[in-house]
């Protein structure tokens, strides 16, 4: 009985770090993802863009996905005239809690 335990414990270790990895690859996948999300808004933002439903549509779905986490960052980082610092640094946070998580994972 001992002997079908121990036999049964390298799958089980595979089976964990093998879902550690999965939830590792999802997050560094999502947060590049929300990034690249975030600079398409920016550049939304700053091209006038021809009236379309289509691209009203994506248009829309930016602002809706983008602007609640740069809305927090808005709240500490004041606007220099016309330019607005809080996505750059929203970005950063984004990369740091990426290289934190990374770190974390890979210590476990």
Same mark, same amino acid.
């Given at each position: 009985?001992?002997?079908?335990?121990?036999?049964?414990? !390298?799958?089980?270790?595979?089976?964990?770090?093998?879902?550690?990895?999965?939830?590792?690859?999802?997050? &560094?996948? #999502?947060?590049?993802?929300?990034?690249?999300?975030?600079?398409? +808004?920016?550049?939304?933002?700053?091209?006038?863009? !021809? +009236?379309?439903?289509?691209? &009203?549509?994506?248009?829309?779905?930016? +602002?809706?996905?983008?602007?609640?986490?740069?809305?927090?960052?808005?709240?500490?980082? !004041?606007?220099?005239? !016309?330019?607005?610092?809080?996505?750059?640094?929203?970005?950063?946070?984004?990369?740091?809690?990426?290289?934190? #998580?990374?770190?974390?994972?890979?210590?476990?």
């Amino acid at each position: 009985m001992a002997k079908s335990l121990a036999m049964g414990e !390298p799958a089980t270790f595979m089976l964990l770090g093998d879902t550690v990895k999965s939830i590792q690859s999802f997050v &560094n996948v #999502f947060i590049t993802v929300y990034i690249l999300l975030i600079l398409a +808004y920016i550049l939304t933002s700053w091209i006038r863009l !021809p +009236y379309s439903p289509w691209l &009203n549509r994506i248009q829309r779905f930016l +602002y809706d996905v983008c602007e609640p986490y740069l809305r927090l960052f808005r709240r500490f980082v !004041p606007p220099l005239g !016309p330019l607005d610092l809080s996505p750059m640094v929203a970005v950063l946070a984004l990369v740091l809690v990426r290289g934190l #998580f990374n770190n974390l994972i890979e210590r476990a």
